[in-house]
């Protein structure tokens, strides 16, 4: 660049006639830091003309017709500060001083034909992390395939997105519109897929494709393909959204976190971008000028077991309906899985699914039972039916006609004899059953940094309302977490406070003396009633609970299946949306479970 002489008239100083520079350096501050330069000098501010910065002059020393000053450039580069100083000159001809509009105004390293620009430097995704500091989602090889613009014409890009996209099983129209619409220097990715999932046969499949390449990369994943995602979330580019409703945090072209923990905890797991200001020759020669490394982010440590998590993926696999599994370490409350089956559509049932949880909540009931001075042994009616304000509530459809009678409280837990439950309601005070409730964990919130439903007990708007209450209908819905939680509660015989994320501290224990005597009965369901298939778990005994729930789908009369159990310090919820009944449809899968666990 050819550097261009400035004239400025300076002002005369009052006290001497002559011409001042001040004004003149002050000036050409003023030009450098609003970008105000001459045609010549732009593209050497171009690269940087994002970053914010301030030029400031010294005062001058003149020495006949010749004035020295420097500027001192500050800028800020990724939140930190750079400063340096540049030596001006100015010439005094006739009654004004001049400058040359040079490079080295902005950089003294600076000379004809250079420029500054910058290069960001992206950190590193912070982990997450399960049991033993073992990281889950991590940066994972991947293979990326798309189509490259560059290597294929405008007229054939269609063809090549749609042949690529049947070859790896993507939408075809919807790949053809993206990559069509793509500029000419671009790569328009179809789908990342795992190193180890890819078919050999790809390879020969793509030679035949016009453009279509396949590139290694990596991408933040868990050990499996989908594991935990509903509760973990996404990583992937910012949205437009995102960008409007956040400019200052993220840009067109960012990654982070999409949804799940990983949207929560974005600022920690993304880290902070590092940049680099570089002065780039004419031959392209690059020179380090300045540099604000990367903050790689944060690890999330969660208490997710991984081998215990993808088993319970893995038995829920096949389930069709919404269905979910739960396990807690009763001693700490530490959640070690919580799955999510396919017909769950994508949706975190496993922590803040809103369901009625059925004859699983007799455990608050039998609870309530005590604390109103009822022991195992209290003999309660177990009736065919019972009718509360013209409300006819009955067993479950094949419950033995031998059980029925007055019988102990401990039986009625164990055969699950609803009009026990109904029958006695009158013995639990008001609020008992919402008290009783909380002590095992249900129905109080709390803010755990993940969505968690803990379940609640409505104040009874009917008598009808207070007995569908007793047997875990009416107002009282849970997810399958706290639903573990209170199995978990009984098993510790304190309440237990469940955590996925580390930081969140294990509660201080509030004692449940009565849950010797609850897991007394809650083993009778084990050895004399529908949990009958846990006899022969290997290792300590396990105390159980069934339950099933009715709810109403288009006018059908339809059951969802739970059941519960603990066993040494493991408790496990187990839920289907729709099924045949606890003990036969979420039974199998909470002993699959235990069973993988052991």
């Known amino acids: 660049m050819t550097a261009l002489a400035a004239t400025l008239t300076a002002c005369a100083l009052p006290w001497s006639g002559g011409p001042d520079p001040e004004p003149v350096l002050e000036g050409l501050a003023h030009s450098l830091e609003s970008g105000e330069v001459p045609a010549g000098l732009e593209p050497v501010l171009a690269g940087v003309a994002d970053l914010p910065h301030s030029v400031t002059a010294a005062t001058a020393e003149v020495d006949g017709d010749v004035a020295t000053s420097a500027l001192t450039w500050q800028w800020e580069v990724a939140g930190e500060p750079w400063e340096y100083d540049v030596p001006v000159e100015l010439r005094l001809v ?14 003294p390293e600076l000379v004809e034909g250079d420029t500054l620009e910058t290069t960001p430097i992206a950190p590193a995704r912070g982990p997450i992390t ?37 070859l790896v099983e993507v939408d075809p129209e919807r790949f053809a519109t993206s990559v069509t619409a793509a500029g000419p220097q671009a790569f328009v990715e179809a789908i990342a897929l795992r190193t180890e999932d890819v078919d050999p046969a790809l390879a ?40 409007e409703a956040d400019p200052q945090t993220y840009a067109a072209g960012d990654v982070a976190g999409l949804s799940g923990l990983q ?22 020669t690059e020179v380090e000028l300045f540099r604000v490394d990367q903050l790689d982010g944060q690890p999330l440590a969660t208490t997710l077991d991984e081998d215990l998590q993808i088993a319970a993926e893995g038995i829920l696999a096949d389930v069709g309906p919404g269905s979910a599994l739960v396990a807690i370490r009763p001693s700490d409350g530490a959640i070690l899985a919580a799955a999510n089956g396919p017909g769950t559509g994508g949706y975190n049932l496993a922590t803040y699914g809103q369901m009625a949880p059925g004859s699983t909540f007799k455990i608050a009931s039998s609870l309530a039972l005590l604390r109103a001075g009822l022991t195992p042994g209290t003999r309660v009616p177990c009736t065919a039916s019972v009718v509360v304000d013209g409300k006819r509530f009955e067993n479950y459809d094949d419950y033995p006609s ?32 919402a008290e009783a409730a909380a002590s095992l964990g249900f129905g109080v919130d709390h803010d755990l940094g ?47 406070l469940p955590r996925l994320l580390t930081a969140t501290a294990p509660s201080d224990p509030t004692l449940i003396p009565e849950a010797e005597a609850l897991r007394g009965m809650l083993r009778a369901v084990v050895t004399d009633g529908s949990g009958g298939f846990l006899l022969d778990l290997p290792g300590p005994p396990a105390i159980a609970k069934t339950g099933t729930a009715e ?9 969802h299946a739970w059941m519960v159990a603990a066993q040494g310090d493991l408790a496990v919820a187990a839920f289907v949306e729709e099924g045949l009944g606890g003990r036969r449809t979420a039974g199998p899968l909470l002993d699959a479970l235990l069973r993988a666990a052991g």
């Open 94 to 107: 006739g009654d004004s001083w001049e400058h040359d509009w040079s490079p080295a105004l902005v950089h």
């Open 130 to 166: 399960g049991a033993g500091d073992l990281p889950l989602v991590t940066a994972r090889d991947v293979v990326r395939f798309g189509v490259d613009r560059t290597q294929v014409e405008d007229a054939g890009a269609g063809a090549s997105a749609r042949a690529l996209a049947a």
């Open 204 to 243: 020969a499949g793509l030679e035949a494709i016009p453009g279509a390449r396949a590139v290694p990369g990596s991408l933040q994943l868990g050990p499996t393909r989908g594991f935990a995602a509903p509760i973990l979330g996404s990583v992937g580019p910012v949205t437009a959204e995102m960008v």
């Open 263 to 284: 949207a929560r905890y974005d600022d920690q797991l993304r880290g902070t971008p590092g940049l680099v200001v570089d002065r780039v020759a004419a031959d392209g």
């Open 402 to 433: 031998s059980r029925l009678g007055s019988i102990p409280l401990s039986a009625a837990v164990a055969s699950s004899c609803n009009t026990a439950f109904i029958a006695a309601r009158g013995d639990a005070p008001a609020g008992g059953l």
């Open 450 to 496: 993940f969505p968690a439903y803990f379940g609640q007990v409505e104040p009874p708007a009917s008598e009808t309302e207070g007995a569908a209450d007793m047997i875990g209908q009416g107002s009282v819905l849970a997810s399958p977490m706290v639903m573990a939680t209170v199995v978990a509660s009984v098993q510790a015989g304190h309440t237990v």
């Open 551 to 559: 709810f109403d789908r288009d006018g059908e009369r339809l059951l």
